[in-house]
Nanobody
Framework: QVQLVESGGGLVQPGGSLRLSCAASGSFFTSYPMGWYRQAPGKQRELVAGMARDGTTHYADSVKGRFTISRNNTRNTVALHMNSLKPEDTAVYYC??????????WGQGTPVNVSA
C-alpha cells in the first residue's frame, strides 16, 4: 500500500519561506518520478515542480528561481523549498509519486497561505 504524507504547510508573510516535506512508504520510492502540485481555490491542480528518477528537475514558470525540489532516497522523502513567497502561491500543495496511468499516488495535501 502506497502512502504519501505531506507536512510543513502554514501561514507565511509575503517574501517569506516555507519547506514542505513528503514522506513515502514502501521500498519502490526510487523507481518513480515525484512531483509537487498545487490547487488554489477555484482553479485546476497544476504541476509546480517535478523530479525524474535521474534527478532531472522541472519547474513551472511561475516558481522558477524561487522554489527548489529535492529528494532523499535513503529516507524516502521529497521536499519543496519555497522562497520569496507571493500571495498567488496560496494553495493546497500535494505530492505525487509516479505520473503514469498504471502508477500514480497522491498525498492528502498541505495548505499554504501567503498573507500579510
Amino acid at each position: 500500500q502506497v502512502q504519501l504524507v505531506e507536512s510543513g504547510g502554514g501561514l507565511v508573510q509575503p517574501g517569506g519561506s516555507l519547506r514542505l516535506s513528503c514522506a513515502a512508504s514502501g521500498s519502490f520510492f526510487t523507481s518513480y518520478p515525484m512531483g509537487w502540485y498545487r490547487q488554489a481555490p477555484g482553479k485546476q491542480r497544476e504541476l509546480v515542480a517535478g523530479m525524474a528518477r535521474d534527478g532531472t528537475t522541472h519547474y513551472a514558470d511561475s516558481v522558477k528561481g524561487r522554489f527548489t525540489i529535492s529528494r532523499n532516497n535513503t529516507r524516502n522523502t521529497v521536499a519543496l523549498h519555497m522562497n520569496s513567497l507571493k500571495p498567488e502561491d496560496t494553495a493546497v500543495y500535494y505530492c505525487r509519486l509516479g505520473f503514469s496511468a498504471d502508477f500514480s499516488h497522491w498525498g492528502q495535501g498541505t495548505p499554504v497561505n501567503v498573507s500579510a
